[in-house]
């Protein structure tokens, strides 16, 4: 009766599994600090997506680890860059997978920060949205089907919604980070991407954890701006954003259960201090109950393999 009555049920479909892909292939293998996660080679990423497709997974993210890095990112919009391979061969071997490919400037650069840097050393706002916009055509072009900026620059979602349909992209999606928050839980990952900002943080574009309001005015832009779907990220410590914004907007609410999250959970059970299958299973929940519609984690091949 329990199941009969049961509120909320995690789909394989509505979760995302990032993925790391390595442009050398040197630096393809295991990330010391996400246990269970790799850094793949273009041909690894393409057999892992035969595998996430086959679990039935709701979709992809790809993230590029360029083999050489820039002050001004220039390899994040080359047609032959890591991630517009990677899409290209997805798509070609699994028309049907959706492919999101997160857009971002900080794996690009050899400074490490999210953005172009002005005289002052700071993110300069409007030349970063010029990277993204050319980045983003050159994602449109590979064939990723969803381009998902996580810079939280201004204006970067209208910019790159007018550049997309003026190339007649109308169908490829726009899924922005529009709550990203300057948290600790992104920790792990900036190893995993080589992304640590080699001076400075990200707190002049990434949001204060104290500011709930804000995030809503930042999505309220976001929709105005023409994005198909708003993210709120990280998760756990935001649950009463993603709720919010499910009650204020129509539009799918995605949710990124971050790097930080997923290790603390796999520390801990690889000591042995908690039970990961009844800690995740509990956690997707909680999510669902906040309201998001969609679940971008590291768990998500692991939770649709035993959900079969
Ligand atoms: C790129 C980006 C980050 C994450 C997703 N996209 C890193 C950051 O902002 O520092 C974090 C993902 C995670 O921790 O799992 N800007």
Redesign the pocket.
Same mark, same amino acid.
């Given at each position: 009766m329990r199941e009969l009555v049961r509120e909320h049920r995690i789909d394989p479909a509505q979760l995302v599994q #990032?993925l790391f892909v390595v442009e050398n292939p040197k630096d393809a293998g295991p990330i010391a600090s996400m246990p269970g996660i790799e850094r793949f080679t273009l041909q690894g990423a393409v057999h892992e997506a035969r595998t996430l497709d086959a679990l039935g997974l709701g979709a992809v993210l790809l993230?590029g680890i360029p083999e050489t890095k820039d002050a001004a990112a220039t390899k994040n919009y080359d047609p032959a860059g890591i991630v517009q391979q990677t899409a290209r061969e997805i798509k070609n071997a699994l028309p049907h997978m959706v492919v999101i490919a /997160?857009l971002?400037?900080?794996?690009y650069t050899d400074h490490g920060h999210?953005g172009i840097l002005n005289e002052l050393g700071d993110v300069d706002n409007d030349s970063t949205v010029e990277v993204l916009t050319r980045t983003a055509l050159t994602y449109a072009r590979s064939g990723v089907d969803v381009v998902a900026p996580? /810079?939280?620059m201004d204006g970067r979602v209208r910019a790159i919604r007018e550049a997309l349909d003026a190339e007649d992209f109308e169908e490829t999606a726009i899924m922005s %980070?529009s709550a *990203?928050y300057a948290?600790a839980? %992104?920790?792990?990952? =900036?190893e @995993? @991407?080589g992304?640590?900002?080699q001076f400075g943080d =990200?707190r002049t574009y990434?949001m204060d954890p104290s500011n709930g309001r804000e995030a809503l005015r930042e999505m309220a832009l976001d929709a105005q701006e023409g994005a198909d779907i708003l993210m709120v *990220? #990280?998760a756990l410590a935001y649950l009463d954003i993603v709720r919010a914004a499910r009650d204020r907007f129509d539009l799918p609410i995605a949710l %990124?259960?971050?790097?930080?999250?997923?290790s603390m959970i796999k520390a801990a059970a690889i000591n042995g201090w908690i039970d990961e299958e009844r800690a995740v299973h509990e956690m997707l929940v909680s999510f669902a109950r906040a309201g998001a519609n969609i679940v971008i984690t590291?768990f998500a091949k692991e939770y649709a393999a035993r959900s079969r």
């Amino acid at each position: 009766m329990r199941e009969l009555v049961r509120e909320h049920r995690i789909d394989p479909a509505q979760l995302v599994q #990032p993925l790391f892909v390595v442009e050398n292939p040197k630096d393809a293998g295991p990330i010391a600090s996400m246990p269970g996660i790799e850094r793949f080679t273009l041909q690894g990423a393409v057999h892992e997506a035969r595998t996430l497709d086959a679990l039935g997974l709701g979709a992809v993210l790809l993230f590029g680890i360029p083999e050489t890095k820039d002050a001004a990112a220039t390899k994040n919009y080359d047609p032959a860059g890591i991630v517009q391979q990677t899409a290209r061969e997805i798509k070609n071997a699994l028309p049907h997978m959706v492919v999101i490919a /997160d857009l971002c400037n900080c794996e690009y650069t050899d400074h490490g920060h999210c953005g172009i840097l002005n005289e002052l050393g700071d993110v300069d706002n409007d030349s970063t949205v010029e990277v993204l916009t050319r980045t983003a055509l050159t994602y449109a072009r590979s064939g990723v089907d969803v381009v998902a900026p996580s /810079d939280m620059m201004d204006g970067r979602v209208r910019a790159i919604r007018e550049a997309l349909d003026a190339e007649d992209f109308e169908e490829t999606a726009i899924m922005s %980070y529009s709550a *990203k928050y300057a948290s600790a839980f %992104y920790g792990p990952f =900036r190893e @995993a @991407a080589g992304s640590t900002p080699q001076f400075g943080d =990200r707190r002049t574009y990434q949001m204060d954890p104290s500011n709930g309001r804000e995030a809503l005015r930042e999505m309220a832009l976001d929709a105005q701006e023409g994005a198909d779907i708003l993210m709120v *990220k #990280p998760a756990l410590a935001y649950l009463d954003i993603v709720r919010a914004a499910r009650d204020r907007f129509d539009l799918p609410i995605a949710l %990124y259960n971050v790097s930080g999250e997923y290790s603390m959970i796999k520390a801990a059970a690889i000591n042995g201090w908690i039970d990961e299958e009844r800690a995740v299973h509990e956690m997707l929940v909680s999510f669902a109950r906040a309201g998001a519609n969609i679940v971008i984690t590291y768990f998500a091949k692991e939770y649709a393999a035993r959900s079969r």
